[in-house]
């Protein structure tokens, strides 16, 4: 009997000790709302009040919201997985120890609007898991943005046509764009037509329209019912009041007049093309001209091109020359002949040069012969002769008489010069 008391003793206090632990904790979040479209920070506290079993495990599960980054206040031992919602921190000897406190924040970027489930379990090392549902209420406040866009027409545009195109550009950086509604009204406020786009490109186009005043305004909505809008008027021109732009292909002037041909009228206005023109008196050709054709020929052939005069003075022109071939004598841009081209003129120039200076050689050899004939020599131009002796049949010149104190001087033989 005594065994039997002691084994439920023994079991009442097992179960005592799991009970205790499961329900010795604390779990609190610090915020229970959020903004769609904005960066908040989650901070859920778990408390193990438990004095004598550690919390090795944390699972924190968001239910329709997306993660975008997470952390805990441990120190050491956290492992953290998952992604996206769902993260698991584990620790060993544990996560959160016996009578302390761990604090896990998660940062959110939310889209949704609405309440989302966030679940946080807790298990021990005795395997006891604990789990706690949360709440987080996640709301957009923040409007839409909206703007015409192009292909609508400005502002007090007036029209030469039968209808309208609308195109806007929307942004929201909250819970999203839901759709957008367009409207048209008359002059007199009377409802033309709507239409709702509830994907991108936000755009209609108003057909069919009759001349007149007319006020479009579209409307956005996000998925909070947020909402923003945008209107400008617009005007459908009367008939008589379409202006016509002529494109038209004139001929000569001949008489003053020029005769039109091919019209187009860019406005589409349905009026009767012109027939003909005053001549431009003031009107200058600006010729474009293709290249000549055949690219290639020889002897007498011609080639030929069509100029047209981009400033519309003068119809087309058709011009033709006589092929240039290849190696023949042809007009510089000077009208002279070939002759005169820079190899045959260095050829000439170097054949002057050196006839001068044969002439100017033959002019001094010339000068020197003729310079020998009149007795010139080496010796100023005059000739030396030899001096000759006294004449053989004339005697010996005889002593002077006596009496005279200085006889004269003889004259040497060899100074006669003749």
């Known amino acids: 009997m005594k065994a039997v008391k002691l084994f439920f003793l ?28 904005q960066y908040s920070l989650y901070n859920i506290t778990i408390q193990n009040t438990d004095a004598l079993y550690n919390i090795t495990r944390v699972d924190v599960n968001f239910y329709g ?14 492992a953290n997985s998952g992604s996206g919602s769902l993260f698991t921190f584990v620790g060993n000897p544990g996560v959160i120890n016996r009578s302390t406190t761990q604090y896990f924040w ?9 309440i989302f489930l966030v679940n946080v379990t807790t298990t ?39 209808y309208i195109p609308v195109n806007v550009s929307v942004n929201d950086s909250g819970s999203g764009i839901k759709n957008v509604t367009f409207f048209l009204y008359d002059s007199s406020n009377n409802l033309v037509g709507s239409n709702s786009d ?44 379409c202006i016509p732009s002529w494109t038209c292909t004139w001929s000569d002037c001949v008489n003053g007049t020029q005769t039109a041909s091919s019209c187009t009228d860019a406005n589409n206005c349905g009026a009767v093309a012109p027939v003909s023109q005053t001549c431009k008196s003031s009107c200058t050709s600006n010729w474009d001209c293709a290249p000549w054709a055949p690219e290639e020929c ?30 023949a004598s042809t007009a510089n841009s000077s009208g002279l002949p070939s002759l005169f081209s820079s190899s045959t003129l260095f050829f000439v120039i170097l054949g002057v040069i ?44 005889s002593l002077p008489p006596s009496g005279y104190a200085n006889p004269p001087r003889m004259m040497p033989a060899n100074q006669g010069v003749y």
Not at 133 to 152: E, G, K, M, Q, Y
Not at 221 to 230: E, K, L
Not at 354 to 378: C, N, T, Y
Request: with cysteine.
């Open 298 to 327: 020889s002897g007498n052939e011609t080639q030929t091109r069509l100029c047209n005069d981009l400033n519309g003075c003068s119809p087309p022109d058709t011009q033709t020359r006589i092929c240039v071939t290849a190696g």
């Open 106 to 114: 998660f940062n959110l970027l939310p889209s949704q609007v609405g």
């Open 354 to 397: 050196i006839a001068s200076v044969v002439a100017v050689v033959f002019i001094l050899m010339r000068l020197k012969k003729k310079s020998s004939s009149q007795g010139g020599d080496s010796n100023g131009g005059y000739k030396t002769y030899t001096p000759r002796g006294p004449p053989p049949s004339m005697p010996p010149p």
């Open 124 to 162: 021990d090392n005795q395997s006891i898991t604990n789990s706690q549902n949360l709440s987080i209420t996640i709301s957009d406040t923040i409007n839409p943005t909206i703007s015409f866009s192009s292909p609508t027409p400005s502002y007090g545009s007036i029209l030469n046509s039968t």
């Open 198 to 241: 509830s994907s991108f490109p936000y755009s209609y186009n108003y057909t069919g329209l009759n001349s007149g005043t007319y006020y479009l305004s579209a409307i956005v909505f996000d998925n909070a019912n947020n909402s923003a809008s945008v209107s400008e008027s617009v005007q459908i021109a009367e008939e008589s009041a």
């Open 65 to 78: 919201l997306t993660v975008d980054s997470s952390s805990s206040g441990s120190s050491t031992g956290i």
């Open 10 to 37: 023994m079991f009442a206090a097992i179960f005592l000790m799991s009970f205790i632990s499961a329900a010795s904790q604390s779990i609190s979040i610090n915020s229970t709302t959020g903004q769609a479209g």
